[in-house]
């Protein structure tokens, strides 16, 4: 089906199924223990061998020698594969480096062996035996020290101009200029990334823990120079991923090139260790914002700049694209910068660009404001476009940042808010509220299902997308439920496998609205189907209630299926649809902070989150992901940090005691709202992402929030005690 003109009334519009709180179907396989994960796959026909990754203890170099003899020789060792004992692999062009090192090192715990043997521990145990010569060689490590060498990157966000920046600036009447900086940040997911390889002659099954099915094996057929349709991928539940598992990674590949190896399947998890400096990371970011705006508050000039670093032939975080279409000015400039750095590979991480680009953005807003003696909010709706600043002639397909802004202040008591820093006391707390845009744009993509009506009456859905935690099955069995209207216990999801329609996939908040789209498409192919089957005309017909319905006609669907099963495929495309108009995805995000006067502790005390994201297909999941992605966003604005050794290359604190994620005692009372509205130029659907939306801002409103209850600013995030107390109040 191609989606090519905007979408008119259909049959997701009755919402019967559709955009109802339906708790996650998978739910239940879930909580008690018998949804598998990659690492937990078990056939009791198979006889499992465990590997364990060895990686580089330098982070640029080569290899001088290896001497694995200990390793062979302890209990247990099947075999061990090492960088010396493969053929150079090939890098598959989602990879930066090779995710099984050679001879030369390009990044700190970049794989170079895989230790095989009957159990985990005997595997690991022998690793630790293996010898390493290593020379090694100077890197860059230090993303400030590096920016004067610094380029335009060859591929990612371009240089963008709009009338011009710099006398419009210079003319302003009040003039803002910072600059602020963001930390290395890990995914910490917490299932680590985990495959299961095994062979059967020169055709190869893979469990996995992947985001994007295709993607994987595509890149693995690269990876091991085998022809693709002859690797199985499955992966029908991960624990958690945020961008880290949407590209392939190593685990698969030592896992495939062990089993071949050791004759047998073999198992491989990635170490703690490996997830922060083996796989990707979100890239730290260095970002000059200048605002200039006349004393009316309306901005006449904007610019943007970052910095951030990767390996060689690598990409920068795009951390300027959203100050190209959230707020009105003529004059606009935005530029990136990529410095090479020998630090492990910079890649996606949950709303990239847009999650390090509002934490500096909106505090950049807020501080503005303050010089204008305007109120946050205010200063925010009065600079609201709804146009596409740099193309003024490009509309957006639908905009409620101000219809966020106004619900969100009125539901939060943002009238309440002081004025004056640091001037709300609650016993030994400071108290404070921030507020912050958020924005993500609204991407789709190709994506495949097939739609089978059995005899029995059940209706199945196989498609390769992936369940990330975020509910795929759910509103994939809600989308075919309402399509042919059937209750939701006649509709089976089978998921994340390779075999499957090649669908979306789960990334870039475009999965849920791509996927859906794509089960819409099977299934108007599937109800033609039945129309033909019954002799009903295709265009007139309706279902509901498990009948087909005609005018004054009422059939059982089952009667469509007495002959012989039907059995339909399609995949949604789309037109130039999106360059029509600008689709993007808007929200508010209000936090309310306590500090303590004394130590600078900062506590959370309430979060409100309006979004505005096109249709919700399913309330519950989507009010789930916007809550994680809110925790998340505490996590970044107050303790998520890798810390650099800037002299040996690597992230020190890798692993969860010294890298500080949020827990539930951090979290206090969460709330979510979403605005009643649809966007018919994104899909059949009318839907949009929202679980990226949902972390855009949330580090600037708790960082505005701060500033409110303390009067002390931080423009070097995170916003730890320690920038705090130096500063603080004297204690009365």
């Known amino acids: 089906m191609k989606f090519d003109t905007p979408a008119t009334q259909n049959p997701i519009d009755r919402m019967t199924v559709v955009g109802k709180p339906i708790e996650r179907i998978d739910g239940q396989l879930k909580t008690t223990g018998r949804a598998k994960y990659a690492y937990e796959w078990h056939d009791d026909a198979l006889?499992?061998?465990?590997?364990?990754?060895?990686?580089?203890?330098?982070?640029?170099?080569?290899?001088?020698?290896?001497?694995?003899?200990?390793a062979a020789r302890a209990p247990g060792v099947i075999t061990i594969v090492t960088s010396d004992s493969m053929p150079d692999l090939k890098t598959a062009k989602r990879n930066t480096a090779k995710l099984?090192?050679?001879?030369?090192?390009?990044?700190?715990?970049?794989?170079?062996?895989?230790?095989v043997a009957e159990t985990f521990e005997q595997a690991?145990?022998?690793?630790?035996?293996?010898?390493?010569?290593?020379?090694?060689?100077?890197?860059?490590?230090?993303?400030?020290?590096?920016?004067?060498?610094?380029?335009?990157?060859?591929?990612?966000?371009?240089?963008?101009?709009?009338?011009?920046?710099?006398?419009?600036?210079?003319?302003?009447?009040?003039?803002?200029?910072?600059?602020?900086?963001?930390p290395d940040q890990s995914h910490a997911m917490m299932e680590p990334h985990a495959s299961i390889a095994a062979w059967d002659g020169d055709a190869l099954t893979v469990w996995t823990s992947s985001q994007m099915i295709d993607w994987w094996r595509s890149d693995l057929s690269v990876a091991l120079d085998m022809d693709k349709e002859?690797?199985?991928?499955?992966?029908?539940?991960?624990?958690?991923?945020?961008?880290?598992?949407?590209?392939?990674?190593?685990?698969?590949?030592?896992?495939?090139?062990?089993?071949r190896a050791a004759r047998r399947p073999v198992k491989v998890a990635l170490p703690r260790p490996f997830l922060m400096n083996n796989t990707t990371h979100r890239p730290a970011t260095i970002q000059r914002i200048r605002i200039g705006a006349g004393q009316d508050g309306k901005i006449t000039a904007i610019a943007h700049e970052s910095w951030s670093g990767d390996l060689e032939g690598g990409s920068p975080e795009a951390a300027v694209q959203q100050t190209r279409l959230l707020y009105a000015g003529a004059n606009r400039m935005t530029a990136t910068r990529l410095a090479v750095l020998d630090l492990p590979e910079g890649n996606a991480m949950r709303a990239p660009g847009e999650a390090p680009g509002l934490m500096a953005l909106e505090v950049a807003m807020d501080e503005m404001a303050e010089k204008l003696g305007q109120d946050p909010v205010a200063f925010r709706i009065l600079n609201d476009t709804q146009v596409d600043p740099e193309k003024p002639e490009k509309a957006f397909s639908h905009r409620d940042l101000v219809g966020c802004m106004k619900l969100g202040a009125e539901r939060f008591g943002w009238d309440k808010r002081s004025t004056r820093a640091g001037a709300v006391r609650d016993g030994d707390w400071l108290v404070g509220m921030g507020v912050a845009a958020a924005f993500r744009n609204n991407m789709v993509m190709p994506s495949g299902a097939r739609v089978k009506f059995d005899r029995d009456g059940v209706l199945t859905v196989e498609t390769d997308m992936t369940d990330i935690g975020t509910g795929s099955y759910t509103i994939i069995a809600q989308t075919a439920a309402e399509m042919l209207g059937l209750p939701l216990d006649r509709v089976a999801v089978n998921l994340g496998d390779s075999r499957f329609p090649v669908s979306s996939g789960s990334g870039g908040q475009w999965g849920g609205n791509s996927a859906t789209a794509g089960v819409y498409a099977a299934c108007v192919k599937m109800r033609e189907a039945v129309a033909q089957s019954l002799g009903f005309n295709a265009e007139s017909i309706d279902f509901a209630d498990g009948m087909v319905i005609s005018g004054d006609r009422r059939v059982p669907l089952a009667d469509a299926i007495r002959e012989a099963p039907l059995v339909v495929e399609d995949t949604i495309e789309y037109g130039d649809i999106s360059e029509e108009k600008q689709q993007s995805t808007f929200g508010a995000h209000f936090v309310e902070v306590g500090v303590d006067i004394a130590t600078g502790e900062v506590r959370i005390r309430r979060m409100l989150a309006v979004c505005a994201a096109g249709r919700i297909l399913n309330p519950m999941t989507a009010r789930s992901q916007v809550i994680g992605a809110m925790t998340m966003g505490v996590g970044g604005a107050l303790s998520e940090e890798l810390a650099v050794d800037k002299k040996r290359g690597f992230f020190v604190n890798h692993d969860l005691a010294g890298y500080e994620v949020p827990v539930h005692a951090d979290i206090p009372h969460q709330e979510v709202i979403f605005m009643d509205e649809t966007d018919p130029m994104s899909s059949p659907m009318k839907a949009k992402g929202v679980g990226e939306l949902g972390l855009c801002g949330v580090a600037a409103a708790i960082n505005n929030a701060v500033y409110n209850a303390t009067g002390i600013r931080v423009r070097n995030y995170p916003v730890t005690l320690d920038k705090l107390i130096g500063a603080l109040p004297q204690i009365s």
């Open 100 to 115: 099984f090192g050679g001879r030369e090192i390009h990044h700190y715990h970049q794989a170079v062996a895989v230790v």
């Open 230 to 259: 002859k690797i199985h991928i499955m992966s029908p539940f991960i624990g958690g991923g945020f961008g880290a598992k949407l590209f392939l990674r190593s685990d698969a590949v030592l896992a495939a090139l062990a089993a």
């Open 124 to 182: 690991r145990a022998a690793a630790h035996l293996i010898k390493v010569d290593y020379e090694e060689t100077k890197g860059a490590f230090d993303l400030e020290a590096s920016m004067e060498g610094a380029k335009k990157p060859e591929d990612g966000e371009p240089d963008s101009a709009a009338g011009d920046f710099a006398p419009a600036f210079e003319a302003a009447t009040v003039q803002f200029d910072q600059t602020y900086t963001t």
């Open 47 to 70: 006889s499992y061998a465990y590997g364990y990754p060895l990686g580089a203890a330098i982070a640029k170099g080569r290899i001088r020698a290896m001497d694995v003899s200990a």
